[in-house]
């Protein structure tokens, strides 16, 4: 039997904390009860799916905003959705090569640091300082 849905048993149900949950509602993920006159909110069990849903998409990298366009296209819209999907994946491949750029430009100062005897020049600050090596 599952309890009255309240803010703290969604949320511990979701795995998120209330403040999520509110911070969900605040930005239209999902939608508040509303509050009877005498007790507390109660949420539908499918607020927690939903929930799970933003986090699973959140650790795909899509942003609240990306994720909110995919629940506004729902079921029924897959050809929609896989354009969002290829889209997400594009800019993803291109955070990789700007990464892997800068991951060698690291490797190279601390090549520099490592392969010199200079105790009063570090060419990685000298480099940052703009007074060696271009980046």
Same mark, same amino acid.
């Given at each position: 039997? @599952?309890?009255?849905?309240? *803010? +703290? =048993? /969604?949320?511990?149900?979701?795995?998120?904390?209330?403040?999520?949950?509110? =911070?969900?509602?605040?930005?239209?993920?999902?939608?508040?009860?509303?509050?009877?006159?005498? &007790? =507390?909110?109660?949420?539908? /069990?499918?607020? @927690?799916?939903?929930?799970?849903? *933003?986090?699973?998409?959140? &650790?795909?990298?899509?942003?609240?905003?990306?994720?909110?366009?995919?629940?506004?296209? &729902?079921? +029924?819209? !897959?050809?929609? @959705?896989?354009?969002?999907?290829?889209?997400?994946?594009?800019?993803?491949?291109?955070?990789?090569?700007? /990464?892997?750029?800068?991951?060698?430009?690291?490797?190279? /100062?601390?090549?520099? !640091?490592?392969?010199?005897?200079?105790?009063?020049? !570090?060419?990685? @600050?000298?480099?940052?300082?703009?007074?060696?090596?271009?980046?």
């Amino acid at each position: 039997m @599952v309890k009255a849905l309240t *803010i +703290g =048993y /969604l949320a511990r149900m979701a795995g998120v904390n209330i403040e999520t949950v509110r =911070y969900y509602q605040r930005t239209g993920l999902i939608d508040e009860p509303p509050k009877p006159s005498s &007790g =507390y909110r109660i949420y539908p /069990l499918q607020t @927690v799916d939903r929930i799970k849903f *933003i986090k699973r998409a959140q &650790g795909l990298g899509f942003s609240l905003k990306e994720i909110n366009e995919l629940l506004e296209l &729902g079921d +029924g819209h !897959c050809a929609d @959705v896989r354009v969002k999907a290829e889209e997400k994946r594009a800019h993803i491949e291109q955070q990789i090569i700007e /990464l892997t750029k800068l991951r060698n430009t690291l490797d190279t /100062l601390i090549n520099s !640091c490592q392969n010199t005897d200079d105790s009063v020049h !570090c060419p990685i @600050v000298e480099t940052l300082a703009g007074q060696g090596t271009e980046l």
